[in-house]
Nanobody
C-alpha cells in the first residue's frame, strides 16, 4: 500500500498558475502509471493527466497545452503544473497511484 499526500492547492485568479505536488510514502518505481484527477461540485471525478514510469503522458482535452504533469521517481513525487487557469478548473484535485490521496482544493476566481 502507498499513501499519497497532495499539496499546493489554493485560490487563484483566472489566468494564474498553481503547482500541485503529490508525495508518496514509499517508492513509486513499481507504479507504472500515476496521475491527477479532479472532482467539481456535483460532478463525477474526471481524469486530468497521467504519466507512466517511462514518462509517457496523457491529458484531458480540456487541460492540454495548459497543464503539465511530471514525475520524479527518486523523490517519490508527481507534480502538476497548471497555467492559464480558468474558473472551470475549480475542483478538488486528487493524486492517484493505485490508491487515492485525500485531495487538495483548487479554486479559480473570475
Amino acid at each position: 500500500q502507498v499513501q499519497l499526500v497532495e499539496s499546493g492547492g489554493g485560490l487563484v485568479q483566472a489566468g494564474g498558475s498553481l503547482r500541485l505536488s503529490c508525495a508518496a510514502s514509499r517508492s513509486i518505481f513499481n507504479i507504472n502509471t500515476m496521475g491527477w484527477y479532479r472532482q467539481a461540485p456535483g460532478k463525477q471525478r474526471e481524469l486530468v493527466a497521467t504519466i507512466t514510469i517511462r514518462g509517457n503522458t496523457n491529458y484531458a482535452a480540456s487541460v492540454k497545452g495548459r497543464f503539465t504533469i511530471s514525475r520524479d521517481n527518486a523523490k517519490n513525487a508527481v507534480d502538476l503544473q497548471m497555467n492559464s487557469l480558468k474558473p472551470e478548473d475549480t475542483a478538488v484535485y486528487y493524486c492517484w497511484g493505485g490508491y487515492w490521496g485525500q485531495g487538495t482544493q483548487v479554486t479559480v476566481s473570475s
